[in-house]
């Protein structure tokens, strides 16, 4: 570890935010062993990931920022991209299983709209 004594609160803070987003990055990971179609499977991890990221990324902005003294946002880069990446991630693969659906006459394919 960097040494750095983190006042309790902030210890206590940070350890909160990151086993929170540790537990919902593990339910959507849960949901993706547990629902039975690609449709459902699809949603759990995405919104899963995306909460459980958003929630590790606060935990590391309140660690550094409290550590060195100053605002530290350049871990909101990283949250920015996976916040656009993973729901374009999701679109694609749906589309791409759609069209595959309907392709092979699938009857669970979702419908024309």
């Known amino acids: 570890m960097t040494g750095v004594d983190l006042p309790v609160w902030a210890a206590w803070l940070v350890v909160a935010l990151a086993l929170s987003g540790a537990g919902f990055s593990l339910v959507g990971a849960i949901g993706l062993i547990r629902l039975r179609t690609f449709y459902e499977r699809v949603h759990a991890p995405t919104l899963g990931a995306t909460l459980g990221m958003t929630l590790i990324v606060a935990a590391s902005i309140l660690y550094f920022s409290v550590a060195e003294g100053?605002?530290?946002l350049r871990d909101l880069l990283?949250?920015?991209f996976l916040t656009v990446t993973t729901p374009v991630t999701l679109i694609l693969l749906g589309r791409a299983a759609t069209y595959r659906d309907r392709a092979e006459g699938n009857a669970d394919a979702p419908p024309d709209p």
């Open 70 to 72: 100053r605002p530290v």
């Open 78 to 80: 990283i949250g920015l």
